[in-house]
């Protein structure tokens, strides 16, 4: 089981290019998550899944878009980058219960 | 929305006990956490209580939590150096099991 795997860890991206941050889990969750961290500023919830096919919006979502086609992928979509999506993103999943939410390690993007 | 918040930073010596506060502003938890997250890694979750518990104790770590004050703390007693990192209070009141998180405390513990 490697749990919630992200790719890649590392990316810098110019202003207006675009790109998908991968998230995958081997757990079967439902429930799937993309969070942004920045400094001072604790975890932004961007988009939620929970379920294959469903997605809504969270607290930070311009910018950004997901799909949740199969249970086990949510890539999180950035079209424009703009310099305000620097940022650490991390991705989670939980089977229904939130105590068992498990994050993935992360991936550090820079827009410049 | 709810509004999870901590103090920034806590510096503390090896050896003596540290103390992480976090107050929030949502009633409906049904957990709240402790992640712990060390320089350049993802969150861990270290610890975690049910809102009908006033305290849980695992190990080093003791939990406390006042619900009518909202007011939920980390203790860590016999702090080392492989303690430092940032500290996340959060909680699950936002639905769908959504996790709120508080902005973090950085923990420096000096040798």
């Known amino acids: 089981n490697a749990g919630v795997t992200q790719t890649p860890k590392f990316r810098i991206l110019k202003i207006g290019q675009s790109m998908t941050l991968q998230c995958t889990q081997d757990?079967?969750?439902?429930?799937m998550y993309w969070y942004r961290q920045d400094p001072g500023m604790g975890l932004k919830l961007i988009y939620y899944?929970?379920?294959?096919?469903?997605?809504d919006k969270g607290e930070v979502p311009n910018g950004y878009n997901v799909s949740r086609s199969t249970t086990e992928d949510f890539p999180l979509r950035l079209e424009l980058a703009a310099p305000s999506q620097t940022s650490v993103y991390f991705c989670a999943g939980s089977p229904g219960q939130s105590s068992e939410t498990r994050f993935g390690s992360g991936t550090r993007l820079t827009v410049v | 929305g709810e509004d999870v918040e901590q103090s920034l930073f806590l510096s503390v010596r090896e050896g003596d006990s540290s103390v992480i506060n976090c107050t929030y502003t949502d009633s409906s938890s049904t957990y709240l956490y402790w992640y712990k997250q060390e320089p350049g890694a993802g969150l861990q979750l270290l610890t975690y209580i049910f809102s009908n518990m006033d305290m849980k104790q695992d190990q080093r770590l003791t939990v406390l939590l006042n619900k009518k004050d909202k007011h939920l703390s980390l203790r860590i007693a016999d702090t080392q150096t492989g303690d430092s990192a940032i500290y996340f209070c959060?909680?699950?009141?936002?639905?769908?099991?959504?996790?709120?998180f508080g902005t973090g405390t950085k923990l420096q513990v000096i040798p």
């Open positions: 757990m079967n969750h439902n429930y």
């Open positions: 899944s929970v379920g294959a096919g469903i997605t």
């Open positions: 959060a909680d699950d009141s936002g639905g769908y099991q959504k996790v709120t």
